[in-house]
Every structure is written in structure tokens, then in C-alpha cells.
């Protein structure tokens, strides 16, 4: 079978820590250009200024890879699916949920693939949590997101920006897991969020959730963390307490700790390929719609202006 010519369209901090090595490693794609507006590109591959351009003059491409900010994901998309392009979108998959509910029908119309990829979904304790809490009760639910935005976000500022989610950025990813995991759906009943006064975005939040046969589920999401960082969900059942840390990666159990190797965006791709080769889309936006609720939903305060 030929290999998927695909585009990376966007190189920033994640396509060149994780996209580029993923394709790279994975035979059923093959990286045919990348598009970017300041960066260069990677040596020996046709680099185009925008997505335009590619498609216009280009290569053909079978597939992109939208790794921009969220915020100008939707123009892309589009465009490339007019063209019957399959489309990955990075998290969150869209600036809002009508946009991304767009985009599925424009998929399904043409016939090609969307895929809203959550990366934290395929790290290695993610499916074992799911199976395991499968069948037990849920008593209680402790997600803690915390984390330097100053070390893993510096000089982003369209994080900050309306679309771009602020705390939510990394905290979509806890989200994406806990709506992966849990048996049944959660909510928002009420929360705070704390919007520096030069900001648009949250830099943290406070949210109390139930799932819909009353567990409770509380949300500390915080960006000012120094020091030890943490990528925590605990969950008190009735055979006992589950722990995914390190962003899913380490999962405890009663019975003991586990932890694999890195296979997120190896997963991510080996998924994209799949959906590819058997037409189909995979676009779940409860991690966004939970987010979305968020920001209709909880008090805001207004804290102090940060700076990167
Ligand atoms: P980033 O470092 O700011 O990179 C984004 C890149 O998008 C920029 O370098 C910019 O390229 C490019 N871009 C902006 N507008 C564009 C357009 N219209 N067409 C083509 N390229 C455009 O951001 P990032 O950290 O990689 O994050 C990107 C997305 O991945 C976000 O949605 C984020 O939530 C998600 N993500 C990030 C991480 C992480 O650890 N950083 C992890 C998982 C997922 P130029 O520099 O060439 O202008």
C-alpha cells in the first residue's frame, strides 16, 4: 500500500517534539511538505508559507496535520477538506464546538477523514483505567492539573488570547482523559476562574463536577505551580483507589503501579492511518464542550496581570 503523503501544517513546539518523529516513524505516512508562516522546515521537504500556497502549487498531499494554535484551525480545515484531504486536528480540535461540528459534516460530505485527536487518550494507563473502572463504583473523583506556564508555554501569547483557552490548554488534556475513563458523563454544577487582569484566558480554575449518579468530580487547574509539577486524576471507588499520574502515563492500582513507555503520538498516528484506510471520522468534542461549559458556567475573578 502507498504510503499517506502528508502536510504538517504549523511547526511549532509540537510538531517538531512529537509529529515529525511520529511520522517519521510510522511507514503508512509519508511527510510530502510542511507549512509554516516564519519557521523554515525540515531540511530536504518542500516548505510552503501557507496552506494555500501547498495546495495550490504544491505536492499532492493525502492527509494534513494542523498543528497551529486553535484559533486559525478552521480555515485550514476546511480548505484542505474541499479538496477531500483528510484533515488531523491537534487539541482542542477548534476555537469553538460550531466550528468543529462544521467541519464533521464537511467531512462526511466529501468523504474523507477527521480525526480530533486527544493525545493524552493514548497514554499507556488511559485503556488499563478505563477497563478497571468499568465495573466498580465511583465514590469520588480528584483531578490536579498543575504546571509552570512559564516553562512549558513561554512567549505563547495566542494561549492567552479569546480561542486559545488559557489553564484549559493543558487542562483539556485531564478532561480528555476523565471523559475517556469514567463509566458515566460529568457536568459542571459550579466553579472560579482566575483571569489575570491583562489576560483574556484563565491562568487558573476551580471546578466541582458530578458524573450523573452524583459522584462528585472537583478540578484544580493552576499555572502558577513551581517546583514539582502535577498531571494527577485519583478515584475513589468501591474496590479501592485508582491513580493516573504523570498526564496518564503511571497508573496505581490496589493490586500495584504500571508504567509503559511513551506511545502517544505514535498512537495518535497509528489511529489517523486506521481511520484513513477504513473511511472513517473519529471527532468526540466532550473534552471542549466540557471546557465550553466552563467558561458559560463558573464565576470569574479578576487576580493579578502576568507576564511571561
Ligand atoms: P506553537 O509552538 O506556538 O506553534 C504553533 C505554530 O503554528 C507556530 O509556530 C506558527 O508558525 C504556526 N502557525 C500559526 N498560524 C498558522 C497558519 N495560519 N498556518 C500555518 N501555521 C501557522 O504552539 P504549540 O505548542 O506547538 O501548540 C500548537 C497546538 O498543539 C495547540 O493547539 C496546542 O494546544 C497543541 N499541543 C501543544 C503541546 C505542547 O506541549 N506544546 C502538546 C500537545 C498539543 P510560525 O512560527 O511559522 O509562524
Not at 480540535?93 to 477527521?114: F, N, R
Amino acid at each position: 500500500m502507498d504510503p499517506i503523503r502528508i502536510a504538517v501544517v504549523g511547526v511549532g513546539k509540537i510538531a517538531r517534539d512529537q509529529h515529525l518523529p511520529a511520522i517519521a516513524g510510522n511507514r503508512a505516512f509519508g511527510l510530502a511538505a510542511t507549512v509554516s508562516p516564519h519557521d523554515p522546515g525540515v531540511e530536504g521537504v518542500p516548505h510552503f508559507a501557507s496552506l494555500d500556497a501547498l495546495l495550490a502549487g504544491g505536492p499532492a498531499v493525502d492527509a494534513v496535520a494542523l498543528c497551529t494554535p486553535p484559533q486559525v484551525r478552521y480555515d485550514l480545515a476546511s480548505s484542505a477538506l474541499a479538496r477531500g484531504v483528510h484533515v488531523f486536528l491537534e487539541k482542542p480540535p477548534g476555537a469553538t464546538l460550531a466550528e468543529v461540528a462544521a467541519l464533521h459534516s464537511q467531512a462526511d460530505k466529501v468523504g474523507a477523514t477527521l480525526f480530533a485527536a486527544w493525545h493524552s487518550r493514548f497514554a499507556a494507563g488511559v485503556a488499563p483505567a478505563r477497563a478497571w473502572l468499568a465495573e466498580r463504583r465511583i465514590d469520588k473523583v480528584e483531578i490536579t492539573w498543575r504546571e509552570d506556564v512559564r516553562v512549558w508555554h513561554p512567549g505563547q501569547a495566542w494561549i492567552w488570547e479569546p480561542g486559545g483557552l488559557g489553564v484549559f490548554d493543558p487542562g483539556i488534556n485531564a478532561l480528555s482523559i476523565a471523559t475517556r475513563i469514567l463509566p458515566r458523563p460529568i457536568f459542571l454544577q459550579a466553579g472560579t476562574l482566575e483571569i489575570p487582569a491583562n489576560r483574556a484566558a484563565p491562568i487558573a480554575a476551580d471546578l466541582q463536577f458530578r458524573d450523573t449518579a452524583g459522584a462528585p468530580v472537583h478540578m484544580d487547574l493552576d499555572w502558577r505551580q513551581t517546583g514539582p509539577q502535577s498531571w494527577d486524576i485519583v478515584i475513589e471507588t468501591d474496590a479501592g483507589t485508582l491513580k493516573l499520574s504523570s498526564g496518564g502515563a503511571v497508573l496505581t492500582l490496589p493490586s500495584g503501579t504500571s508504567h509503559d513507555e511513551d506511545h502517544e503520538y505514535p498512537g495518535l498516528y497509528a489511529r489517523f492511518a486506521t481511520l484513513i484506510r477504513t473511511g472513517q471520522s473519529d471527532v468526540d468534542i466532550d473534552p471542549l464542550r466540557l471546557v465550553a461549559d466552563a467558561f458559560l458556567r463558573a464565576t470569574r475573578v479578576s487576580v493579578e496581570p502576568f507576564e511571561d
